[in-house]
């Protein structure tokens, strides 16, 4: 299978790429896929399992699958309209799939939550079904992290040939050495098999100013997160305070971690997001490019592109070997995913090589095994918010102890990714984003 910079990166919908942005896809495919079938169609029924069924609430999967069903994307979905959108069918009981064909649908009887049950190849599976007089199609769909979906049937895995194919950190390392060039130019050889160069260059700037444009929204707003947590938005606050105090030899972390608050207050309240490379921890690479563009001397745009194309490179380790998915492995998953690909790109950018940008990364993804995934109330609030905050500080720290060094180190990044695979195979399953343990519990019991 072959990963894009651009299938890392996708500008989305909060609060989850795996519960919000990945059921929508689905949702949308499905309708898709009844092609000639669809004026038919008289009834559908969506079934949720596993996490997506324990928190699916939570975390909008419901209202994901509406929209989904009603032909909305998460990439050009109006983020403002959402709430009037779901609501319109709530009331009328009635569903325009694809924007074509108008049905009945009650959440009670067409939208069903499994929270105990689960299917088989994957925590996020969903089931869907269409009938006219009879069952006309039914497809199984699995949300498996960073808002990709795959599917028993419908869904084709790109097998772009790539001039340089890579999986692990030691072949990324290995081609870098006898092609004598950094991690960013091996992964934008590779791109050039989808675009051209100046396309791969807008669209990275074109997600750099998603990103940007979301902590701008983030330091706007103010006032209580939706969800009934009456989790306070902090970034505008803090961002005050910031600009009102004087700076210190700690400042430059002081506003990596407002950065990463304002992003994941955003992504909690259902804004614009990317997903990078889940809307869980989408606030730490953002938040390490913003420290990048503002505290690092010659900082400029060609510097953000070869910092998303190291961290992309990084990213496509993850996901092909380890597993960027809360549900499947714990938070270590996301947040260490995502601070291991900030690190290695910080560490490019700040004029790493090659061992020392895997280095950065392996400590990134080292220093979170074990994080588990336990939101309180099935919300991507408490304790995911701060955990980006911190997540983001550590891809800084990690980034700048691998360059003291020459790149040698004990623990390689392969082995790390290993290491987090098997951890989350062991993790008890209340741990892996079903609100059924940790601070989940511990929490409401309080």
């Not at 061992?355 to 588990?372: K, P, R, S």
């Not at 399953?429 to 059924?436: H, I, Q, S, W």
Request: glycine letters at 12%; aromatic letters at 4%.
């Amino acid at each position: 299978m072959a990963i894009s910079v651009f299938d890392l990166f996708s500008i989305g919908i909060g609060p989850s790429s795996s519960h919000t942005v990945g059921p929508m896809r689905a949702a949308r495919l499905f309708v898709e896929a009844l092609g000639d079938d669809l004026p038919r169609v008289r009834r559908v029924k969506a079934e949720l399992f596993g996490s997506l069924g324990a928190t699916g609430f939570g975390h909008g999967s419901d209202r994901a699958v509406l929209l989904g069903l009603s032909g909305e994307t998460p990439e050009d979905v109006d983020t403002d309209a959402v709430p009037a959108l779901v609501e319109a069918i709530r009331s009328s009981g009635r569903l325009c799939l694809g924007g074509r064909q108008e049905i009945r649908f009650g959440e009670d009887r067409d939208l069903v939550m499994h929270r105990r049950r689960s299917l088989p190849e994957h925590p996020n599976g969903m089931v869907f079904r269409a009938y006219g007089e009879d069952l006309l199609l039914e497809r199984t769909y699995y949300s498996v992290g960073g808002g990709f979906v795959r599917g028993e049937q419908g869904v084709v895995e790109d097998s772009t040939p790539l001039p340089h194919p890579f999986t692990t950190g030691g072949e990324l390392l290995a081609l870098c050495r006898e092609e004598g060039v950094p991690v960013s130019e091996i992964m934008l050889r590779n791109e050039l098999a989808w675009r051209s160069r100046e396309e791969i260059e807008a669209g990275l700037l074109r997600i750099w100013d998603v990103m940007r444009e979301c902590v701008r929204n983030g330091l706007e707003h103010d006032g209580v997160l939706p969800g009934g947590l009456k989790v306070r938005r902090r970034a505008k606050s803090l961002h005050a305070k910031l600009l009102s105090e004087p700076e210190d030899s700690l400042s430059a972390m002081d506003w990596v971690g407002l950065y990463a608050l304002a992003v994941n207050e955003e992504n909690a309240s259902g804004g614009r997001v990317v997903t990078a490379p889940t809307n869980g921890a989408a606030g730490i690479i953002p938040a390490v490019l913003h420290y990048y563009r503002r505290f690092v001397q010659g900082a400029s745009d060609a510097g953000v592109v070869r910092f998303l194309l190291t961290a992309g490179a990084i990213g496509v380790i993850l996901k092909t070997t380890g597993s960027i998915s809360g549900a499947e492995v714990g938070c270590q998953g996301e947040v260490g995913s995502a601070c291991a690909m900030a690190a290695a790109g910080l560490a490019e950018v700040l004029g790493g090589s090659p061992e020392q940008v895997e280095n950065a990364a392996e400590i990134g993804v080292e220093h979170h095994l074990g994080l588990t995934c336990d939101p309180v109330g099935g919300l991507v609030q408490i304790p995911c918010i701060e955990r980006n905050a911190i997540g983001a500080s550590k891809a800084v720290q990690a980034a700048r102890m691998a360059l003291h060094g020459d790149g040698s180190h004990v623990v390689t990044l392969d082995k790390a990714i290993k290491t987090m695979r098997e951890t989350g195979a062991d993790m008890k399953v209340k741990y892996k984003e079903t609100a059924r343990g940790g601070l989940a519990v511990n929490v409401i019991e309080c």
